[in-house]
């Protein structure tokens, strides 16, 4: 079956824009994480869903950035008033449910350069 | 709070040598642990996992045993191939916590 895929591949965005990037999860999976992966950081993880609640939102570096996810699928990554340190590669993954026993499975990320 | 140190890389090595990386962790009671790998130009893939002490994970000729006394998961292959040429993520997660904890990454160049 079709794997985790996340649009767009890459994005370029002037400093001071809004980004959207989407993800969407392999069918009948409950579980979402968004992960962000930069040269000076590494792979940090950002935020978790079960079902479209986010128990756990602990790693969104600030208020500028937000996410949801409707319909227990689909989820969209925001970033408002783009930085330049927020040029990095978003990594979505998706698991059977959220108890840890069931392997993640990543997308192929989005690029995002921030001009 | 946990986290995961890898030994830095990049790591070259000629095909058929034996490879190690290390890993070690910093985390309160008893975490799975996890090898991802990274290939050119795909996402992260799942190589191996162990979910608690002294048990070993495996996969494509690859093998980590989870070592709680030294806090420990190191990656071994007794011969590495041209196409093991990757970037390895170690990685641990609790079980209720969901997310995982990532290391740096080491980079490995395997020539032939």
């Known amino acids: 079956g079709a794997g985790v895929s996340q649009s767009p591949s890459n994005k370029v965005t002037e400093k001071g824009k809004d980004v959207e990037l989407r993800c969407d999860p392999i069918?009948?999976?409950?579980?979402l994480y968004w992960y962000r992966q930069s040269l000076g950081q590494g792979l940090e993880f950002l935020i978790y869903f079960q079902g479209n609640s986010a128990p756990d939102k602990s790693g969104l570096p600030s208020d500028r950035f937000s996410a949801e996810r409707t319909g227990g699928s689909v989820s969209t990554l925001t970033i408002q008033r783009t930085q330049q340190e927020d040029s990095a590669v978003y990594l979505c993954?998706?698991?059977?449910?959220?108890?840890?026993?069931?392997?993640?499975?990543f997308g192929p990320g989005t690029r995002l350069t921030v001009t | 709070g946990d986290s995961v140190t890898q030994m830095e890389g990049p790591v070259t090595l000629s095909e058929e040598a034996f490879l190690t990386i290390n890993c070690t962790y910093t985390?309160?009671?008893?975490?799975?642990l996890f090898w991802y790998v990274q290939y050119p130009g795909e996402g992260l893939q799942l190589l191996l996992k162990a979910t608690k002490a002294d048990d070993k994970g495996s996969n494509k000729g690859f093998e980590a045993t989870y070592r709680k006394e030294t806090t420990s998961f190191h990656l071994e292959k007794g011969s590495v191939q041209v196409s093991d040429s990757a970037v390895y993520f170690c990685a641990l997660s609790h079980q209720g916590a969901q997310k995982l904890v990532f290391g740096q990454g080491t980079r490995l160049t395997i020539n032939p």
């Open positions: 993954a998706s698991s059977f449910d959220g108890t840890g026993v069931y392997e993640q499975y």
């Open positions: 985390a309160t009671g008893y975490p799975s």
């Open positions: 069918s009948g999976h409950t579980a």
